[in-house]
């Protein structure tokens, strides 16, 4: 397929995502503060961090300014209105390859959030704007898996799910590094392990956890990261989205003359890390390290993705030389 | 309305034709006997049923996103194209002399273009004096001697039709380079079944359905020699910000084919390639939507960013079909429009079924003394304008206004023909004051290949403002669903 229209299924996918992952870290937060006072500094500035925003004025880090940042906020890039609107707009660049119902159910929501009953939902019931917001993205990769063929375009569709899902989870796992709890002591406090359950429940993987079978003794903590690093049955590990993300690439191809490309081999150099490792090498290592080695990384993977597919190739004979150089 | 018979239904009941113009539903307050059925159902319909059902059809347009976009700032605003409830009709049996006029007219200017790029003939015999054609900004002297695959020039022409106070269709003008709006015709006749699906049990009219069916075919067997089988087709816009990306988009979802942007494509030893993640595919036919100044930035203005530089050496290798192809400006320069009925006979030796607006060319010393004479009563038209732009409509017109172009066409009469003010037929159309007289015209489209079809029917687009004659949607203007009959029932 064309590598522009590729681009923008794979990066329509990401914005979809990434809007849906927001509106589980606003929503998982707000429900966690209901149960815990916690210093309002660390109540909403560490969701701004790991959504990668650092130059947010903490003075103004107040529940509802921030919820509105992330939510209303159109100068806001990681805002949920941004990232659906930026979805849309690449839905419509590419319509033609979508199908008919992914695009009306696009528009509708990008017509719901203009809406003054949608704002009057978001004043008197957050938890079921939030809802809504997850739902937009469920329901359209549901509508695309049904509609849509389960050719080129769809698979840079799931690419671009997976890859930007497997990062959020990486950097809601990195949430906790950022809480400072008050003393060593507070580990396996009750708020350390309401803030575990909340990461759990952001990622909708609270019952799924539960039903996992696994050794006593661990420390809820470290039992919690496991799962959500490494456990390949459950749909939002950071295992099973880069595993989702290896078969597209392998459903995708390569270029004409290349047997393995930049995006092979960033994908592999990732998946053979992780798959060497146990979750005591990553607390070994530091959490947080290791995370950011996963979150870096799946940037990398972003770049040789562009690379590979989305740059267009050359001519023929000039792919040839291209093949050549890259031994 | 004086002792008047009553109109036959509700909705009906306080429509006043227009006092000069052909009405397309009524004739003398009656029904015209094709469309006495559509009536008939109209009919039933009280105005707040016919208010639901046109909220109902607006929110289809709204929901689909089926808009033109106006982008003013970053984001944008997308519009939707006002679409009028009220069908406009055509008799079939009018519809099938239209038709072959239609053809016979393409046939024609066909003929033209294959001429003036070769032996010149027509200017030679004095036909057309040759440097209106030779100078027209539409003429492209890189296309001599150059005949393009399949040996078709105007794939898609877009003509666009009038109908006058005695009821006659005549010819305005022939758009032949890259018409667009059909977009909405096929959008329009799926709101109307969707919103009024009874009409279409009692009513029978002819499918528009056809379209994208019948130009991917068209453009298929134009393709180049040595083309794939089936033939690549893409469809190359200028992309997500031109007004009509939309219907680009429509099109190539509804053809099954690529839609395409100038940096999509590359040429290598003179061969088109798409760029895909795949590596370099080789495109045999381009529908283009884009005019020829910006196809190449190698072969004509160099700025052109939306284009693919070497494009137009892969054309004349005759690798790659263009549709349309390069130079058919020159046939619908509105100074040459004024000769397609002497082109019919000349090419065709035939009488020309459909009549032209009686012309006044600029460029011939008495036409240009009359037309200065006459501003006040004429309507001015810049040759390569379009969308309503460069106009002077006389009768409607100031002092000063008059004046401008007194000095513009002086200055410059090449660039000016002038007709006289015909009063487009109206149809009954909802304002604000209930259903009252509007301005229209038609547009067909015809697809040529190997073989010629045209659209049963078109693009009727309707002036809302109350005494307007320009219909465009740049202006202002709305759109009707058209309805050609069959078998002359409605």
Sequence with gaps: MISRVAEHCFWMARYLERAESTARLLEVNRTLLLDFHVPTEQQWLPLLIISGIHDYDEEDATAELVQAHMTWNEENPFSIVSSLAWARENARIIREVISAEMWERMNFYHLWLRHSGTRAMYDGNRGEFYAQIRRINQLLHGIADDTMSHGEAWEFFRLGKHLERACQTARVLDVKYHYLLPQVADVGSPIDNAHWVAILMSCSGYEPFHKKSRAALVDPGTAVAEFLIFEEEFPRSVHHCLTECRRAIDAIGRPAGFDTTEADRTFDELLQWLESRKMLDLIRNGLHESLTHVVDSIHGIGHAIQETYFMGQAPASKAFEQKQTQG | ?490
């Design chain 2, 1 to 490: 309305m004086g002792n008047d018979p009553p109109l036959p239904c509700r909705l009906f009941q306080n429509y006043k034709p227009h006092p000069k113009a052909w009405d397309e539903l009524f004739l003398n307050q009656q029904p015209h006997s094709h469309c006495k059925e559509l009536l008939g159902q109209f009919g039933q319909l009280d105005p707040l049923e016919f208010q639901r059902r046109r909220t109902s059809a607006d929110m289809a347009f709204v929901n689909q996103g089926i808009t033109f976009s106006v982008y003013a700032d970053r984001r944008g605003v997308e519009k939707i194209f006002p679409f009028d409830l009220i069908p406009r009709t055509v008799p079939a049996e009018e519809w099938y002399a239209v038709e072959s006029g239609l053809k016979q007219r393409i046939t024609a200017l066909d003929a033209f273009l294959d001429d003036v790029y070769h032996d010149q003939r027509i200017l030679k015999e004095g036909i057309i004096p040759g440097d209106l054609v030779l100078e027209s900004k539409g003429f492209r002297k890189e296309m001599i001697g150059f005949r393009p695959p399949g040996g078709r020039y105007i794939h898609i022409c877009g003509t666009d039709l009038i109908r006058d106070e005695k009821g006659q269709l005549i010819v305005l003008e022939d758009n032949g380079r890259t018409p667009s709006g059909v977009s909405y015709v096929l959008e329009n006749r799926a709101v109307m079944k969707k919103v009024f699906p009874e009409l279409f049990q009692y009513c029978r009219v002819r499918r528009v359905e056809d379209y994208p069916r019948q130009l991917r075919e068209a453009l298929c067997s134009v393709a180049p020699e040595g083309a794939a089988n089936p033939p690549v087709v893409v469809l190359l816009s200028p992309g997500p910000y031109n007004s009509a990306y939309f219907e680009h988009s429509f099109l190539a979802r509804h053809m099954g084919i690529e839609l395409v942007l100038g940096p999509d494509l590359f040429v290598e030893k003179d061969c088109v390639y798409l760029k895909t993640t795949l590596g370099p595919q080789k495109v045999d036919v381009i529908y283009r939507r884009l005019d020829d100044d910006f196809l190449d930035p190698e072969a004509f203005r160099p700025d052109s960013l939306l284009g693919v530089p070497g494009l137009f050496r892969a054309y004349r290798a005759g690798n790659v079909t263009l549709a349309n192809a390069v130079g058919t400006g020159v046939a619908d320069d509105k100074a040459v429009y004024p000769y397609v009925e002497e082109m019919i006979r000349f090419y065709l030796s035939e009488k020309p079924i459909l009549k032209n607006v009686p012309t006044y060319i600029c460029a011939k010393p008495d036409d240009l003394a009359y037309t200065l004479d006459h501003l006040g009563e004429l309507v001015v038209k810049a040759v390569n304008e379009s969308g309503g732009y460069g106009m002077l409509m006389g009768p409607a017109s100031t002092a000063a206004q008059r004046a401008e172009f007194h000095v513009k066409i002086r200055a410059n009469p090449r660039n000016y023909v002038a007709q006289p003010v015909v009063t487009l037929s109206t149809c009954p159309t909802w304002t604000d004051e209930g259903l009252a007289p509007r301005h229209v015209d038609l547009r067909p489209y015809i697809v040529s290949g190997q073989s010629t079809w045209v659209l049963p029917g078109g693009l009727t687009r309707t002036a809302l403002i109350k005494g307007s004659l320009v219909v465009n949607s740049s202006q202002g203007g709305g759109s009707k669903d058209t309805w050609v009959m069959e078998n002359g029932r409605a």
